[in-house]
């Protein structure tokens, strides 16, 4: 346990007060990366501003997301299908590039994106839980670790809800 909290649950991972600086990384880790796939600036908003919302146990605001599930669930990578439509309408108007710039790429290259930095959340709280008792991962199961996340990341394309 980071911070000493008697329970470690997958939302206290997000939330632990050890994980502040983990947290304002991925925010602008995330807001980068909507905005180099040209997301449709409505979206990113939304996105961006529930995503801190629920780091920090805030209020979210109303978005396609509540159509089928929460924001947790979200940065897991159970996205609505009515994100990769906007975005799909929103290439199309702009006369982007149909076979690289569709719907479906951005929401697979948005998956891929929140799941990385989750495993990078993971590790780095296991790099600090581990020092203390001087006992890292070793390097094979960080080897086997990445490349789990590859593979998913390979498949995010199907997980569109
Ligand atoms: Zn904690």
Redesign the pocket.
């Known amino acids: 346990?980071?911070?000493g909290?008697e329970e470690?649950d997958y939302e206290?991972l997000f939330r632990?007060?050890?994980q502040k600086q983990w947290r304002t990384d991925f925010l602008i880790a995330l807001e980068a990366h909507l905005t180099k796939r040209e997301t449709a600036a409505d979206l990113r908003l939304a996105i961006v501003t529930n995503v801190r919302h629920w780091l920090n146990g805030r209020e979210q605001v109303a978005s396609y997301q509540d159509e089928v599930g929460t924001w947790h669930e979200f940065i897991k990578g159970f996205i609505c299908s009515s994100w990769s439509e906007q975005q799909e309408n929103y290439y199309r108007m702009h006369e982007k590039d149909p076979i690289q710039d569709t719907g479906e790429m951005w929401t697979a290259a948005l998956i891929g994106c929140l799941w990385q930095w989750s495993h990078q959340s993971w590790n780095k709280r296991n790099e600090e839980t581990h020092k203390a008792d001087g006992n890292r991962g070793s390097a094979r199961e960080q080897l086997e670790a990445e490349s789990r996340t590859r593979a998913l990341y390979e498949q995010a394309s199907h997980l569109i809800v």
């Open positions: 346990m980071l911070c909290a470690e206290h632990c007060s050890k």
